[in-house]
């Protein structure tokens, strides 16, 4: 995941949208004088002017109200062409008949008044522009923002067959109207919050107002309103703010690039949430089988679909206790094995010098070093690097007898199902875990497996996602459609899963997908 | 209705009905798998079958007594309504019994169990760290909660019940069928008297009781548990059978561990044969869910007794006091045939005519009220 | 939590308790037992063990496979008991002994026939490693014997002989299906008599004289090449202790009268009913189970047992049409029951006069009619019933294919 990383965000208004932090104790004394050479030295002065490039005043006379007029702008943020069409020319343009509404000037869309200084510079902050009139202690804040970002693209880790192929990108009104294109709605609402002592960073906290569970969208809201932070860039930091248990091995939270799936879990009745700088939108609640579920198991046909999840149930499980079976079997179960296999692989160990666990857990970890290392190489390529990296070691390392071949191949299956799991937080809990399972079969067999995966099933058990528990709906039961680990056919998925405490549990039948 | 407390009351310590006939089954049905086949098989050789589906008849009365005092007062569980019968100090004698009884059970069960894993699979290992490894992971299970046991019985539930099905059905490759006769073995008075002497078998399924205001509803209670029991006596019944045709009557008896031999006997075809392993995993998973269940009752019963209200802080200390216990047998025959046989033997009087005292008793109460 | 991570490194690298690395063992893939020469038994409890290994360096490139070293990887020493032969061979194998792959045991004759045999295989069931669908072969001369000149062709590795050979005897019907648990439920239940696979080293040209296909026992089959090592026919044993031996016939007629036995590939040739000095060959199925109907009544109880057959004809060299003449349909199948019948009830004769009890697992169908084991065990089948019971066999045959040639070709127009 590479990301541009926009140091000054932008900021728009969006029509529903409230501002939380309404109440300002000194609202009074930041308030416009009116003079206008007096405030347009107060801002001056904050943007240290001169020396500052990135902050431009523009003095003008507005003939039309024949008044003295100055406009304040941030470049790197602000539309210019916006100001110059839509704001500076019309101003100057003589008209016919005289006018002191200003409204009645400029031609820009979105505009506002703004009486209190310091909400004034917030918007300036975001790249909107300020007109400030002489006599007139307010200032008129012009909806102008831009900055630079890349443009919808195609996702990069959550990619489908059949699915739309646009994935969130880095602006916040981008994804919102990504996700709001597909959901046309009285219901659907944005809120905005504003967190960050320093940065001010925005958060929209978007839901169905007919449908979202009153309990999860008052606990999101007040779990984002208690962070804490002088700056939280972007989601992804924001959510290990707000997750429940921090340093829980498996994720609470759904990162999701897809915008349609961001939708499908709106519809549901999730919240989701969106910020600037982060083309993900996050969904809360995220039970186990948010991270196991793919887009395209639905947008597959029900057979195909299920049979997709049943090839990423067995990549799970090749995953997690591939290595640890081998270790276990060899070390303790043999006569599970048939005897040509267990002559192969005793034949195959003759010369290896290390006993089986320190062999797999070298080439595991030397699989892992690959797979980061082709992370961070910079070329598309680098996966590939990686790959051929591996290759070439495993086969070099059999070749001079340090790991049995038979090694080398659960190693590499082990590593090739692991790319089958499509959520990058459950792939990480993955295979981490899979080292405990093959710790534990190293010490005690399978009864070491077991007692691992019932300790970590019961740790499971426990987790909740904002007040959901982990494996809902399959334990404890709730109403829902039972889109586990299969799903139903479409027709058939008539409810929406009640764990979210949604208003409204039926799904009229025509009404989704 | 309880569910009417809304939905936060469901989310807290409340089990569905799923995951209790879970639990319950988990917890009896594993008797087929463990020493109590071969108690049973030593009396009753290929008959034995019936003694689990005898004790059951024999129990049912106590059962319905139960379920009927259970409905009567709703949220109450076995000791509360004892309570409300016989009063303080009669209650306490009892829950002592109880706790007592479920103490000494589960010490001898776990380590029977932990005997029974190394015999077969780890013999070199000591008993002590065995023992001490697999009360740890029943611990741990106990610890997270009443809630969280349910979920995992539920969940690993269907692939028990594969793995059960397929053992269920390689065995009826090599099962000969008229090895079942001569249909009463040892005779039917032999069987009636073993069936009342293995009621205790069935005895998890009363004690549960303890948990009927953590189950959702009176209706799934009810449900969960006779399916539950159902359930489990058809399948012990099946394993049962099953065993005496693999083995044939005069070999079973003399067989350690019966349910071992019998999936180290299976094979899948003639290439993959030697699958005890796979079996042993499914065998683990249930055992485990089992037993904490078991140290969560015992807790839940010491803690009633001794008006402990965070019971969950007993855990620890009950489990070394299960580990202590379990580890003074000397060896499986002493443990089983003669320890556990005993708790069996008296145990059974009070699973019997607890529930049909309370129930006389508090009829008569009634009906001195008017 | 550090507790357990050095305990954890301390296990992994000094391998803790029951781990144990699978090249760090020796497979046995067969064991073979005998009675020390020189050596009493009533007097010493002693036994020489023979274990052949399987030699997991067939499998390293370049290494040289079992080939003339072959001798290396089987040993014979004497121990108290077969358990305990696993420790000692220790003094010069190298790697720990497990039993957890073999599949067969091998007993020799002189050793079957002594009580020894069943007190030695009985303890070692105590022994986890030792399974209970181990086959047993009784071996004509010394088990060591049969294991060191055991050639497979092919010079296949030795646990895929054993399993390939016993499970396609045991197919053909040659030989009986003879595993530990077997002998252990019928020797327990004290009603039968438990037959094993008769094995034989032999290096002779012509065993004996030319016979039917399947009338030969273990060692006398003619052959010329190939392996020394034959399994043909059964050994009997009656209370743990072997008693007797049957032909390769004997044993086949025994499991067609058995309803625990598979049988799923069996040929046999008879003399053709129309041109005597010809045979054909036919291939038996059992159409479904043999029904076995035991009459309680005063003195000895009469038993008939019916048995339907399924049979096709593969050959016929007399040429004679039976694929298109009815008539001698009839003939035929009456003709082939009646040999069937025949050798049936030589065989019982022989079971109930020889051996004093039966092969085909009867007790099983007598079980039903008793409602305890008391009574049941009180009646004694095989000491006071079967050995005097009236036994009337009728076997029923159904053609069901004439092979893929239904006419045969007429021989006198071929001649012309």
């Known amino acids: ?513 | ?370 | 939590m550090r507790f357990f991570v050095i305990l954890i490194a301390v296990c992994m690298l000094t391998g803790c308790w029951d781990r144990k690395e699978l090249e760090q063992m020796s497979y046995a893939t067969a064991i073979g037992l005998d009675i020390p020469e020189g050596v009493d038994l009533k007097e010493k409890q002693a036994i020489d063990v023979t274990f052949q290994f399987s030699n997991p360096k067939l499998n390293i490139k370049g290494a040289t496979g079992q080939g003339e070293k072959g001798e290396k990887s089987i040993i014979t020493l004497t121990a108290p008991d077969f358990i305990t032969a696993k420790n000692m061979a220790n003094s010069f194998v190298t790697r720990q002994i497990s039993f957890s792959h073999a599949k067969t045991i091998v007993v020799s004759e002189e050793l079957a026939k002594s009580d020894m045999f069943f007190r030695f295989i009985g303890s070692a069931l105590k022994e986890r490693e030792v399974r209970r669908e181990t086959s047993i072969i009784v071996s004509e001369g010394k088990a060591s014997e049969f294991i060191r000149k055991n050639k497979p062709e092919m010079m296949i590795r030795p646990h895929k002989y054993y399993q390939f050979i016993i499970d396609r005897s045991i197919e053909t019907g040659l030989v009986p299906e003879a595993t530990i648990n077997r002998l252990f439920a019928v020797t327990d239940g004290d009603a039968d008599l438990f037959l094993a696979i008769s094995g034989s080293v032999s290096e002779k040209k012509e065993g004996s004289s030319f016979k039917e296909e399947d009338q030969y026992i273990a060692g006398s089959v003619p052959k010329e090449g190939g392996n020394p090592v034959q399994l043909i026919g059964s050994a009997v044993f009656k209370e743990g202790k072997m008693i007797g031996k049957l032909t390769g016939e004997e044993t086949r007629v025994s499991l067609l009268l058995d309803n625990t036995s598979r049988i799923e590939d069996m040929f046999v040739s008879f003399t053709d009913p129309v041109e005597k000095n010809y045979k054909i060959a036919i291939r038996v199925k059992k159409k479904t189970a043999t029904d076995i109907n035991v009459k309680l009544r005063k003195g000895p109880p009469k038993i008939n047992v019916k048995v339907p057959l399924e049979i096709e004809l593969l050959s016929v060299p007399s040429m004679v049409d039976y694929g298109g003449d009815m008539k001698k349909q009839m003939i035929l199948k009456k003709w082939i029951a009646k040999e069937i019948e025949k050798n049936m009830i030589a065989l019982v004769e022989k079971t109930q006069k020889v051996f004093k009890s039966e092969p085909f697992y009867w007790s099983l169908a007598v079980r039903p009619l008793f409602s305890t084991t008391k009574e049941y065990e009180e009646w004694d089948w095989t000491n006071k019933n079967y050995p005097y019971a009236d036994i009337n066999i009728d076997v029923q045959v159904d053609i069901i294919g004439f092979g893929k040639q239904l006419k045969e070709s007429e021989m006198e127009k071929v001649k012309d």
């Open chain 2, 1 to 370: 209705m309880k569910l009417g407390d809304g939905m936060v009351k469901v989310e807290k310590d409340l089990v569905g009905g799923r995951e209790f006939f879970a639990i319950v089954v988990f917890m009896i049905s594993t008797k087929a798998t463990d020493m109590t086949a071969t108690t049973i098989f030593d009396i009753t050789l290929n008959a034995s079958w019936m003694v689990i589906i005898g004790s059951f008849l024999f129990i049912l009365p106590a059962f319905l007594a139960l379920n009927f005092l259970l409905k009567k007062f709703q949220d109450k569980h076995l000791l509360e309504i004892s309570r409300a019968a016989f009063g303080k100090w009669i209650t306490f004698i009892i829950g002592f019994i109880l706790f007592s009884i479920l103490l000494l059970n589960t010490s001898f069960e776990t380590r029977s169990y932990t005997d029974q894993l190394m015999t077969m699979n780890f013999p070199k290992t000591p008993t002590f760290i065995l023992y001490l490894l697999f009360l740890l992971i029943c611990l741990g299970g106990a610890k997270k909660g009443w809630e969280s046991i349910g979920s995992v019985a539920w969940m690993v539930f269907p692939y028990v019940t594969i793995a059960l099905t397929l053992l269920v059905f390689l065995l009826t490759k090599d099962n000969v069928v008229n090895r079942m006769f001569p249909i009463f073995g040892p005779g039917k008075w032999e069987i009636a008297k073993a069936s009342f002497k293995y009621i205790s078998i069935y005895g998890d399924g009363l004690v549960i009781a303890m948990m009927y205001p953590f189950v959702k509803s009176h209706k799934t209670y009810t449900k969960s548990l006779y399916g539950a029991l159902i359930y489990s006596v058809m399948i012990m019944a099946l394993l049962y059978l099953s065993y005496a045709l693999l083995f044939d009557y005069q070999s079973v008896g003399k067989i350690t561990y019966p349910f071992n031999e019998a999936i180290r006997f299976v094979s899948i075809g003639k290439v993959i044969t030697n699958i005890e392993t796979f079996f042993l995993t499914f065998w683990l998973l249930v055992v485990i869910v089992k037993f904490s269940v078991y140290i969560y009752l015992v807790s839940k019963v010491f803690g009633y007794v001794f008006h402990i209200e965070e019971f969950e802080h007993t855990l620890i200390p009950i489990t070394i006091l299960i580990l202590l216990i379990g580890l003074m047998p000397e060896n499986q025959v002493e443990n089983i045939f003669v320890l556990r046989n005993q708790i069996m033997t008296y145990g059974k009087y009070l699973m019997l005519f607890l529930p049909l005292l309370l129930l006389i008793v508090i009829k008569l109460k009634e009906v001195v009220k008017g």
């Open chain 1, 1 to 513: 995941m590479k990301s541009h990383f926009f140091k000054n965000s932008k900021r728009f208004k969006f029509e529903t949208s409230k501002e939380i932090f309404d109440i300002e104790n000194d609202s009074k004394t930041d308030a416009f004088s009116g003079d206008i050479a007096k405030d347009e030295e107060v801002l001056k002065k904050l943007y240290l002017f001169p020396q500052n490039i990135d902050f431009k005043v523009r003095s003008l006379t507005i003939p039309i109200m024949r008044k003295k007029g100055v406009i304040f702008y941030i470049p790197s943020l602000t539309d210019i062409t916006m100001v110059d069409e839509h704001i500076i020319k019309p101003l100057l343009t003589d008209g016919d008949q005289s006018t002191n509404e200003v409204a009645n000037i400029i031609s820009a869309s979105a505009f506002n008044e703004e009486k209190n200084l310091k909400k004034a510079i917030k918007e300036l902050n975001t790249g909107n522009t300020l007109l400030l009139i002489d006599g007139e202690p307010l200032c008129y804040v012009i909806n102008t923002s831009t900055a630079a970002g890349r443009s919808v693209e195609k996702p990069q880790n959550e990619t489908t067959l059949f699915g739309p192929k646009e994935a969130f990108v880095e602006r916040a009104d981008i994804n919102i109207s990504l996700i709001h294109k597909k959901i046309r709605s009285e219901d659907f609402t944005v809120e905005k919050m504003v967190i960050g002592e320093r940065s001010h960073n925005e958060v929209f906290i978007i839901y169905n107002k007919e449908l979202a569970g009153e309990k999860v969208l008052n606990e999101v809201k007040a779990r984002i309103g208690a962070v804490q932070k002088d700056a939280v860039q972007n989601l992804s930091l924001l959510i290990q703010h707000i997750e429940d248990r921090k340093a829980s091995l498996f994720p609470t939270i759904l990162l999701t690039e897809r915008p349609d799936r961001a939708a499908s879990f709106f519809e549901d009745g999730h919240v989701i949430v969106v910020m600037n700088n982060s083309p993900f939108a996050m969904v809360a609640p995220a039970t186990f089988w948010a991270f196991y579920h793919s887009a395209d198991d639905h947008y597959l046909r029900f057979i195909y679909g299920n049979f997709t999840r049943f090839l990423r149930m067995a990549a799970m499980f090749i995953t997690l206790f591939t290595p640890s079976i081998y270790i276990a079997i060899t070390n303790y179960h043999i006569e599970m094995l048939p005897p040509d296999l267990l002559l192969a692989i005793a034949g195959a160990r003759e010369m290896v010098p290390f006993p089986a666990i320190l062999e797999l857990l070298m080439m595991e970890l030397a699989f892992e070093l690959i797979r980061e290392a082709g992370i961070r190489v910079p070329t598309p390529i680098g996966p590939t690097i990686g790959i051929v990296g591996a290759l070439i070691l495993g086969q070099a390392a059999v070749e001079a007898n340090v790991v049995s071949p038979i090694v080398v191949i659960v190693v590499a299956l082990t590593g090739l199902s692991s790319f089958a799991i499509s959520d990058v937080n459950l792939n990480y809990a993955i295979r981490i875990a899979r080292f405990g399972f093959l710790l534990a079969a190293s010490v005690f067999g399978i009864f070491g497996m077991v007692g691992i995966f019932l300790s970590g099933l019961f740790y499971l058990t426990t987790i909740k996602s904002f007040g959901v528990p982990y494996f809902a709906p399959l334990t404890p039961k709730y109403k829902s459609s039972d889109d586990t680990l299969f799903r139903r056919i479409l027709t058939n998925e008539r409810l929406r899963p009640a764990f979210v405490k949604t208003k409204d549990l039926t799904k009229k039948p025509i009404k989704n997908e």
